[in-house]
């Protein structure tokens, strides 16, 4: 393959991966009634899969980081693939819940393998200061994937059967595997310009990592806003709102879908300007993002007239647009020979201190207060990630003169 197509190439291919990686994630949670009347688990039993798939995952993401710092990282990205696809085709011998819950928690194990280690396979391919935007189109997969899996599962769900949807994402997520085998290993670093300190290229001095560990923190706490929108928004539309159920998931799928497209691709591309204007250029746009977006959050938490829609389509936008610029201040805070380790320590966190504990917390204030009181906590999290990205600005490694000159060399 051409050194200048195939990096196109594999973005494309782990781009795919990702897209149907989370269709698959989110066709569960679009067939739940269906399961729930073949299998009658009880609501703390359905929320649990959700729970075994992400501590499978951030289980897998730090082993398989560690590994992907040491071995070929193609091999690796290709096996996670196909064990989530095998994983995803088991859905057709699944006869009771706890096999059910043995095919989650295995789909957690490949992808928590995969999603590790793709984003610094491509940090290899592309210079930093391209990452917002090939971060921005990588990590595109993860809202359109997710309002497509919906979509998916609501059209062939009731037509077919529940385990029928699965395999839309199945199917393809092995041929892109195999795809993978014509895509050489780059060699680790040689899109990098920035040198490799102690504090970019050992594990200890990871712990002392200013700018990874704010991009970090920063992410988590939004990520703990947007794990708990995308469980209890439907809900709240329905309940406080008057949608029916139908019509909330739909205006959410919609929403996800547009915003999931048009913020990510914007957010990459401003994060890259800002970024060859100052080196805290990524957590500019995503701290701004999240602070410009904290009006909207509310208009769409406690309006109920006109103004509801519209708060809902501007808060996703500002809070998707940091997709790319935050993946991107990741994969550059930290040197290439320990870049999957340090992206596999990003996943935990941001999953602990996120999306695993939000749906929680605001499931616990909701059963004692009104919903939009607890959906604030979403605002209040918000708050905390965008203060921590303004902060982590001083942190962020400034690419000299020199060191710009060198990668368009390379590059070109």
Known sequence: MQPRLYPRAALALLTALNFFNYIDR??????????????HPTKAEFGFLTTAFFLMYMVAAPVFGFLADRYRRKNLIIFGALVWSAATLLTAVTFN????????ALVGIGEGSFVAIAPAFLADLFPEQKRGRIMGLFFMAIPVGTALGY????????????????????VPGFLLALGMIAIPEPVRGQSDALQET??????????????????TLGM????????GLSVWMPTFLNSARGFSLQGANELIGFVTLID???????????????????????????????????????????????SLIPGIFVAEFLLLMNTGPLNAAVVNSV???????AVAVNLFVIHLLGDALSPWVIGYVADRKPLPTALASTVVAVAISSAILFYGMRFAPKLRPADESRQRAVTH
């Open 151 to 170: 979509v998916i599962g609501g059209i062939l769900g009731p037509r077919y059967g529940w385990r029928a949807p699965f395999y839309v994402g199945a």
């Open 97 to 104: 819940f706890k096999e059910l819950l043995v095919r989650h």
């Open 26 to 39: 989110s066709v569960l949670f679009a067939v739940q009634p269906l399961v729930q009347k073949e299998f």
């Open 220 to 227: 988590a706490a939004m990520t703990f806003a947007l794990g």
């Open 335 to 341: 040197g290439a020979h320990i870049r999957a380790t």
């Open 260 to 306: 999931g497209v048009c913020a990510t691709l914007f957010g990459g591309w401003l994060g890259d300007y800002m970024l060859r204007r100052h080196a805290g250029g990524y957590y500019l746009v995503s701290a701004a993002s999240l602070a410009i977006g904290i009006p909207a959050m509310l208009v769409a938490i406690y309006a109920s007239g006109r």
């Open 198 to 215: 102690r504090e970019r290229g050992t594990l200890r001095g990871l712990i002392g990592n200013g700018a990874f560990w704010s991009a």
